[in-house]
């Protein structure tokens, strides 16, 4: 079975008071493991059949196996050091307020100390004040007037943030399988002649100032900074179109009929 690789990650559980939709549960499931967090606890959860969780979220059986049932909110939090309440209300100022961002930071901070929370009430009336009395913080995600927002889109949002601050830490890229250097000036320069060959070949230009598409192609080009292989497959185009009509007998303009465009003054 898959586990975190960030030890931060690891530390971290979702808890879900009273789930009502199954749906939600699945949509849950999902987002954590996009983001690499696999600890879900739910408390007093609608009936749900995991191998139909599974059918909604492909892929994430190893942490639908690893849910765990709460029957009160003391229970499933008993061995946190830090938790965080998940609401669209505004409460009394003493109590700590953050956005999804500001709690990523928290739980970096707390997690060497020990397990944290991230608390989401029901769909219909959010966490009730029993458990808001008792979280460490509120987070509230920034909307418009209309604070409502879906319960797994929520944890979404969540551990997305969460996952960004911890650095990427599930994702590992591996190395280009060959490195390719920067073209010379000299490849560029045969890439722009088959390139400007090729769209004659085929009458680009018939309406349009050679120069101007030349210049914007080049523009392009050397924005998009490709390295040789890339130009060469990209030069490698326009010669095949170039061979194409001549294999099919297409009339060619001779190469440099056009002659070289250079920058104006």
């Not at 559980?13 to 739910?42: F, H, S």
């Not at 500001?102 to 060497?112: H, M, S």
């Not at 523009?219 to 130009?231: H, N």
């Amino acid at each position: 079975m898959s586990q975190p690789e960030s030890p931060i990650l690891a530390r971290t559980c979702v808890v879900l008071y009273e789930p009502q939709d199954p749906v939600n549960i699945a949509a849950t499931v999902r987002a954590m493991k996009n983001m690499g967090v696999w600890d879900l606890r739910l408390v007093r959860p609608c009936a749900y059949d995991p191998y139909n969780l599974e059918g909604i979220a492909h892929g994430t059986m190893d942490v639908i196996q690893r849910i765990r049932h709460f029957d009160d909110y003391e229970s499933a939090v008993a061995g946190c050091v830090f938790t965080m309440g998940f609401t669209g209300r505004r409460r009394a100022a003493r109590w700590q307020f953050l956005d999804p961002r500001g709690a990523a930071r928290e739980v970096i901070a707390r997690a060497p100390e020990g397990e944290v929370a991230y608390v989401f009430g029901r769909e219909d009336d959010g966490l009730p004040n029993a458990v808001m009395d008792r979280v460490h913080a509120y987070v509230t995600i920034p909307t418009t007037a209309h604070a409502s927002l879906n319960l797994a889109q929520a944890v979404l949002l969540a551990m997305y943030e969460l996952h960004l601050a911890v650095g990427d830490a599930t994702i590992e890229i591996g190395a280009p399988r060959k490195g390719a250097p920067p073209p010379t000036n000299e490849q560029l320069e045969q890439y722009f002649t088959d390139l400007q060959r090729g769209l004659d070949s085929i009458e680009f230009f018939k309406i349009r100032s050679v120069r101007a598409i030349m210049r914007t192609l080049r523009s392009v080009t050397f924005r998009a900074s490709p390295d040789a292989r890339e130009l060469s497959l990209m030069r490698a185009t326009w010669l095949e179109v170039i061979n194409y009509l001549q294999r099919t007998g297409r009339p060619l303009p001779p190469p440099g009929a056009i002659g070289a465009v250079q920058p104006e003054d």
